[in-house]
């Protein structure tokens, strides 16, 4: 499996497709995130909606992400779309809102492994990249379980002309969610898609509960917590 793993990413690359401006459903290719905006778009900044959620959602079941004007985190969890505004409760809302970042998957985990009790979010890095063989390209995650530690954040919606996005995050609302069962959800960037997707592990989750959530700014895995991978083939810009 390991080897075949790293095979397909030797031949994964990065696709950037022109897409129809319609807002209709597109249909995915088998393995690729579906991608609406760049990171660089967003921290040009630019928090206006590119297009409707749904023309990255098309049968996807994991995704992260925004909405317009930066209002509210974006989670998609088990093909259900969650909105988590600064009152840190998520809740359903249809894909027909827009977005300026979403990137969004059908989730089928190729690898399933379990995090010992006290790994951080910090730690999950290396976990990753050496479970997968390689620093690049993008992998799709899912992390569950009981969290000994676990803190989110949301931010207000932004009016034009936009702030940086760094003084945005930095009023950011922060809820504590220690001690609670949740599923994690994102992706992990390499250094080759800079300015494309977030570098690093880019994690969205809510509660087992679903009465909280948002983008997550840490965690600490307590006992029983299990990643499951999906090496992707690359990314699909749509709708730019």
């Not at 790293?6 to 497709?17: D, E, N, R, T």
């Not at 989750?205 to 690359?234: F, R």
């Amino acid at each position: 499996m390991r080897k075949s793993l790293i095979a397909a990413l030797a031949v994964a690359f990065l696709a950037i497709s022109a897409s129809p401006s319609a807002a209709s459903p597109l249909p995915q290719p088998r393995g690729w995130v579906a991608q609406i905006g760049t990171l660089a778009y967003l921290t040009t900044p630019n928090y206006s909606g590119l297009a409707p959620i749904s023309m990255a959602t098309s049968q996807a079941t994991l995704g992260v992400g925004t909405f317009n004007h930066l209002s509210g985190e974006l989670i998609l969890v088990d093909g259900v779309l969650f909105r988590v505004s600064i009152n840190g409760r998520p809740s359903v809302v249809p894909a027909t809102r827009t977005t300026p970042f979403i990137q969004a998957i059908k989730f089928r985990p190729q690898l399933s492994l379990r995090i010992p009790a006290g790994t951080a979010c910090a730690d999950l890095l290396p976990i990753i990249d050496d479970a997968v063989g390689t620093t690049s390209g993008v992998v799709a995650l899912r992390v569950e379980g009981s969290f000994r530690r676990l803190q989110t954040r949301s931010v207000e919606g932004q009016s034009e002309p936009y702030p940086p996005f760094p003084d945005v995050v930095a009023q950011q609302t922060l809820f504590t969610l220690d001690g609670l069962a949740a599923t994690l959800v994102g992706f992990r960037s390499g250094p080759d898609l800079a300015g494309l997707s977030p570098v690093g592990v880019h994690l969205h989750g809510v509660t087992s509960d679903l009465q909280a959530g948002g983008h997550v700014v840490s965690c600490v895995a307590g006992k029983g917590v299990k990643i499951q991978l999906q090496v992707t083939k690359g990314i699909r810009v749509l709708g730019s």
